[in-house]
């Protein structure tokens, strides 16, 4: 199974001159396009800085969008399935639209100006402002004054008079060493950083996704949009408990653990830091906003806030408020000058990472009932539509980020992310390398098509009896081991460990008890909000499964309603999305603390019904169960049913 | 020379009923009342927290008024010299008027109101207010909230929503503690501490007045005006050069140094903190402002500024704003809640200390042209009225402030501050022990009455020539050593130290320094805005010579003009006395910037005529010259023309 996908390019005028080519899965669109002799500009060499090489997807998996395709593109284009080529990375067998630049209307649009506002591209309000000045030093003749109200005197009105003890210490020395030609930033109009010369081109920001399992973080420019690098990795507060609940237990009624786990989180963005600088060769002084999302416990563990009674009925918050402090306050050493934001929380298990999904997909605008699903460690959902919003967190454990999972792992290289079973399994591995494990989207395949061949049974059980009736090589995977059941996914002489990648019997019960949670908060909402699957106009899957999650399988073991496949999307790691939304606009930050006000919160723990709907969501739809109940389901069945 | 004094109390009624008592020097007025058999009420046990035994100063010198005085009585009555009774340490023979209490109108005085405003008490309204409130903590029924959320709801609609992590880490325990019963402090509406139970009570802030040699400070109740403890000592960055320049010049281009300078002047702070609690028995904790005033170069030191360009022409500070931050920002660890408040400066040679002085002295507001002399290691010349206000500074050197002196020495215990001289020399010792040193007040002291027997030439010589003509016991006291000529004060066998207190010719010479460079000052603003010395309303003294300071020798010596004796007046430690009101009042504090941008500086260096001023204004006035151009120098005279 080779790694390489099949995209064809349609031209607007008609489908005369359709070409097609085939390119490595991971490659962009642009390069796609080149390879198929398809003309496509990229004016501002390949860094989503203009919006040249837009296209439209026509039928095929859609790539979630990047920050990049937001800024340039807008929510609206987004949502109608038009991406930056040089942005898009390929995921499948995909039909493009090649598209004439549209004209440029401008880099920033300003919320003042209703005409451009109404294109609907973001709004880039990161609040952070570089002043180049040229401010003059007290002189004989005008002795009653300072270095300080020199500089101030060629600074605009709106900037604050307060200052910092950081900011004054280095003004006597900046404002003197270029003859008084100096860059002036601030934030929010205060000023946040002095510096001799013009240092206009080093704007950069830094948005977050602090998940229980794992750390997410991009580098962007904040003048441009532009992403210049991602970091990521294990959060290392993990070996202190995997999932929300034993990370508190950990840490409840005990400071000095606060302590330990604060300073771990601490470290470990203080390292993302250094190695995004060093990847984008700037200076980390030059990262002045900074955007953390996490869930309620990583958000107070990180401001050494007390985690005791979020742990503790009925699990409150110590704070809810939107929060922008200075970095040397938490501390983060590593961006001196940066103020650091971190969105809003809506209550205990609604955290500031479920507001930045809001934020991305957008639901709170939406005229039709949508749900939006982020599958971490804690599975929030959010449902309804522009005219009232209702959010629950289902306890779904870490398994669908591959953690106490024998094999499991994130969606890096080596990771098993799909899976096609026939007579036999074939598993698609990222990097196309030998598998080290299996991540979240692949434990989601695995359990779905293993159910479909019957080798799964509904309860969840790996089959016992009649194995003789499966094809045999399927048969031969099926091992009972002294610990229990278990099946193959890749023999050792495959695999890129020294052992069989295998799925055992307690890895499926880690995934069904993950799923059925899940499934059990959208059934729970539904049923609040009175709202049937029919009305349901969208489900939008959030979470860091990478490029990828099979839909289909979803629905399959029951992480999400039967609904018709169409309905279902994929929108990526939404929560860091969010994030940077927040870092590239002050429009969107404030927009999170009044959805969060706004936002109703249903506590399944106090819902006595909730039990029921849990255990009635365990099983897996049989094979007899087709999935989909829409009969539109071609786009979806060509990429995920194939190979 | 026994240390008494000899008070005589009046009745209003009429001098009928004088009482006379004599009383140990440093006893209050009260004590003396008490000792004299005259009635005079302390409702508030002596603590300077009522009006109940208010008097009036008939004749004798005044004392300088405390932030007490100030507080109860008001800026009109304490400059008709009010005081309380129970805080008015006797100085010197006076006559006093017991009054029967004034009726109370309310111990604080809201601006709004403007009947009690007139009555010209100091408003306190130190900014920082103490709730004592009930929240509730988060419940199963009210589940989306949080902590901070349930604790604001019961705080005034003016407090603010910002929050710090020092404060919100406080936030969880607190409210659970007490069973919601705590108590929230804010500064200026933003909420600066928050603890468990009913903590009202305690409400304390420090005032602080470094200089260059030394530092003092003072523990005050914030609710009542009452001072709980002061403190003070040497500076210790004094080994790093006695005077200003010597301190620039030490730090400048080097940031490790100023670390050094800034660090001994934390650790003085801290240590002075903790001694001043401990002395009231209070909890530092409960310190939750702090003023600080002081020269510029101190001003910068501490907040880690550097001092390089405030050495160098054109002297320009870095910052002149008012400034106000946490303390943990400086850091002062000993006041973790507190907030740091710097009064602003207003050119690089006028600092904050000036900015106290103007406060505290009230000439801002005066109908005529008075001039208040602040002598330090800079002397800071203001003259001026409600009109308009003029400032200069001129380098004095630490000499009067007893540095760089032989035998040199604060105004503190040991310290000769007095001295009368006929056939002999007779020295008055701070606590009547033996003299260990000589401070301020006793050098001028020393130098004027010198002058006086010709001991001292005009020229500022000791005397050389025809010393037979000299009364035998003093023409024994000049004895010539290899380093110089110098006069013994106090012999070997009654010294407290193991060697006689002598006065050398350099020490002279630094007394000579000190006082033209401050005359010159007072002069060159005379010149620069045309007042004639008829026209100089008063010249009040201020600095930190303790009690006394003999007006006579003053003009003697030529630090002051040739005036009538009684339009000089001591104000005491007007710097730390305006810090004081600063603490206990945001209007003084506010009103201390606006001054400080109005005031109008003269740069001395940068007056050609300065130096010819300055080298006239070196010699003493002789014997020859009378002291006091007035008729009507009966009081002072009678005090210190006396023993």
């Given amino acids: 199974m080779a790694d390489t996908v099949s995209i064809t390019f349609v031209d607007p005028e008609g489908d005369s001159k359709e070409r097609s080519t085939t390119i490595d899965r991971g490659k962009t669109l642009l390069e796609a396009g080149h390879t198929a002799g398809v003309e496509i500009e990229a004016t501002c060499g390949e860094r989503g800085r203009c919006r040249t090489c837009r296209v439209k997807i026509i039928s095929g998996e859609v790539p979630p969008p990047t920050i990049q395709d937001t800024v340039q593109l807008g929510h609206e284009e987004v949502r109608e399935n038009f991406r930056l080529a040089c942005q898009t990375k ?88 270029q003859s008084g030609n ?102 980390a002084a030059h ?96 449902m309804g539509s522009k005219d009232r919003l209702m959010v629950c967190s289902a306890p779904a454990g870490p398994a669908l980020e591959g953690a106490q999972i024998r094999h499991g792992m994130r969606g890096a290289l080596g990771a098993i992310e799909k899976i096609a079973i026939d007579d036999d399994i074939a598993c698609t591995v990222i990097g196309d390398t030998p598998a080290i494990g299996i991540c979240g989207s692949g434990l989601i395949d695995a359990c779905a098509k293993l159910a479909t061949v019957e080798v799964l049974e509904k309860s969840g059980r790996l089959r016992r009896k009649n194995r003789e009736d499966l094809p045999e090589l399927l048969r031969n995977r099926l091992v009972d081991t002294p610990h229990g059941c278990e099946f193959i996914l890749v023999d050792e002489d495959k695999s890129g460990k020294e052992e069989p990648i295998a799925l055992t019997q307690a890895d499926i019960r880690q995934v069904q008890l993950a799923k059925s949670a899940i499934y059990s908060g959208i059934v729970m909402l539904q049923q609040v909000m009175d709202v049937p699957d029919e009305v349901l106009e969208e489900v939008m899957m959030c979470g860091g499964f990478g490029n990828y999650i099979n839909t289909e399988s979803a ?89």
């Fill in 287 to 382: 990262i002045y906003k900074i955007v953390i999302v996490g869930n309620t416990c990583m958000h107070h563990i990180i401001l050494g806030v007390d985690v005791t009674y979020v742990g503790l009925a009925p699990y409150a918050p110590v704070i809810r408020d939107t929060l922008s402090l200075p970095a040397r306050d938490l501390p983060l050493k590593r961006a001196v000058n940066a103020q650091v934001c971190f969105l809003p929380i809506v209550a205990g298990f609604v955290g500031a990472d479920t507001m930045a999904c809001v934020l991305a997909t957008r639901i709170y605008d939406s005229e039709e009932t949508r749900t939006l699903v982020d599958i971490g460690t804690n599975g929030e959902v959010v």
């Fill in 555 to 643: 629905v399959k073991i029951r992480l999400i309603p039967n609904l018709p496949l169409e309905k279902i999307t994929y929108s990526g790691n939404a929560a860091l999305m969010g994030a940077q939304m927040a870092l590239l606009s002050e429009t969107e930050r404030n927009r999170a603390f009044e959805l969060s006000q706004q936002m109703e919160h249903v506590a399944l723990a106090a819902r006595p019904e909730f039990q029921d709907i849990f255990v009635e969501a365990m099983s897996f739809l049989g094979p007899e169960t087709s999935v989909g109940w829409s009969t539109d389901l071609a786009p979806q069945e060509a990429v995920s049913g194939g190979d």
């Fill in 90 to 177: 390929v995921i499948a067998d995909t039909k493009v639209m090649a598209l004439p630049p549209k004209a440029e209307v401008g880099h920033q649009i300003l919320s003042s100006d209703k005409s451009l506002a109404d294109d609907d591209r973001m709004i880039l309000d990161c609040g952070v402002d570089k002043y180049v000045v040229k401010a003059t030093t007290p002189t004989e003749e005008h002795h009653q004054t300072s270095d300080w109200e020199e500089m101030l005197s060629v600074l605009p009105d709106n900037v604050s008079r307060d200052v910092s003890l950081e900011v004054l210490r280095k003004v006597p020395g900046a404002i003197r060493a």
């Fill in 182 to 283: 100096m860059t002036v930033t601030t934030f929010n109009d205060r000023i946040i950083d002095v510096e001799a010369g013009d240092m206009s081109e080093h704007k950069y920001g830094m948005a977050f996704d602090i998940g229980t399992t794992s750390i997410v973080g991009t580098l962007i420019n904040l003048e441009t949009g532009e992403t210049l690098a991602d970091v990521g990795g294990v959060n290392p507060q993990a070996v202190y408990g995997g999932d929300l609940m034993s990370r508190i237990a950990y840490a409840q009624f005990d400071e000095k653990k606060l302590a330990t786990l604060r300073g771990r989180a601490l470290n470990a963005l203080n390292d993302f830091i250094r190695d995004a600088s060093q990847q984008a060769e700037i200076d």
